[in-house]
């Protein structure tokens, strides 16, 4: 069984920095991808980004590009997302995944953390 914790969330001021960590256990090597997604109130979960950890191959999506990255730490079973330049558009909860289901690395995913709440203040 996958498990999925994830942590680093909490309050950060506009132009802030915060890093996001994800722990995974009981990974295969099927579970390749590990990717972050983002729910704001009332909105639509949104894909931020995913990595490849055999290859350590990232992609970002639109909320990622140019201001976040993802890595991996395969010995600590770890992906992290480095957020930079937060802005109040930012605040949402961060889920981590794995389990591709299907062959674009956006999705859909099996195995899901609980979250983390990312706040921005202005």
């Known amino acids: 069984q996958v498990h999925l914790v994830e942590s680093g969330g909490g309050l950060v001021q506009v132009g802030g920095s915060l890093r996001l960590s994800c722990v995974a256990s009981?990974?295969?090597?099927?579970?390749?991808?590990m990717a972050w997604f983002r729910q704001a109130p009332g909105k639509e979960r949104e894909f931020v980004a995913a990595?490849?950890?055999?290859?350590?191959?990232?992609w970002n999506g639109e909320p990622a590009k140019g201001r976040f990255t993802i890595a991996v730490d395969s010995a600590k079973n770890t992906d992290y997302l480095n957020m930079n330049k937060v802005t109040p558009e930012d605040t949402a909860v961060y889920y981590c995944?794995?389990?591709?289901?299907?062959?674009?690395?956006?999705?859909?995913?099996?195995?899901w953390g609980q979250g983390t709440q990312v706040s921005v203040s202005s």
């Open positions: 990595i490849r950890w055999r290859s350590n191959s990232p």
């Open positions: 009981g990974r295969t090597a099927a579970d390749d991808a």
């Open positions: 995944a794995t389990g591709l289901l299907s062959e674009s690395i956006t999705g859909p995913y099996k195995y």
